[in-house]
Structure formats: structure tokens, C-alpha cells
């Protein structure tokens, strides 16, 4: 059973930047994929950044040039950097994991860390 733990969240002001972590308890490259999602309250969960195996990276239009998602293989870490946070990214930030398993795909999830941005 693959685990997703995600560390880094908080309460930031408007502007400021918090980086999330999600560790997994296997090889990063043994997934194909990677990728973040928040849940506002009250709201579906929604794809905010996702890093394909071979390295493709897509982000929502509402983060991109703020967001930067990267990895550490050797720690089977993902990271998100978030900057210039507004109130509307106030959330719980989730890690997935796509595993293909023919025919196919198994999703993993973290228990996600809230990120609040308020002043």
C-alpha cells in the first residue's frame, strides 16, 4: 500500500509563499504521475499542478506563474512552491499518486495540510 504524506501548510497573508511536501513510501518514478489538488469549503477538489514521469508539467490557469511544482527523486518527494498567495488559494491541499495497474490506473491520496491565506 503506496502512503502520501504532505507537510508545509499554514496561514500566509495575502502575497506571501508556502511550500508543501509530499513525501511517498516508494519511488516517485514508479507513478505516472504526480500531482496536486485543493478542496475549498464547499467546493470540489481540483487539479492545481500535476508532474507527468517524464517530467511534463501542467498547471491551472488560476496558479500558473505563481505555482512551481518540482521533485526530489532520491528523497520521493514533490514539492509545490506557491507564491504571490491570494484568499481565493485557501484550502486543503491534497498529493496524488497515479499508478498504471493494467487496464487501468490506482489513484493514492495524502491526508492532505491546509493552507489559509488571509490578512
Known sequence: QV??????????????????ACV?????F???????????PGNQRELVASLRANGWIDYD????????V????????????MNSLKPDD???YYCKAEETRFPGTVDYW?????VTVSS
Open 61 to 68: 490557469d488560476s496558479v500558473n506563474g505563481r505555482f512551481t
Open 3 to 20: 502512503q502520501l504524506a504532505e507537510s508545509g501548510g499554514g496561514t500566509v497573508e495575502p502575497g506571501g509563499s508556502l511550500r508543501l
Open 24 to 28: 511517498a513510501s516508494r519511488s516517485i
Open 70 to 81: 518540482s521533485r526530489d527523486g532520491a528523497k520521493n518527494t514533490v514539492y509545490l512552491q
Open 90 to 92: 485557501t484550502g486543503v
Open 110 to 114: 495524502g491526508q492532505g495540510t491546509q
Open 30 to 40: 514508479s507513478f505516472a504521475s504526480m500531482g496536486w489538488y485543493r478542496q475549498a
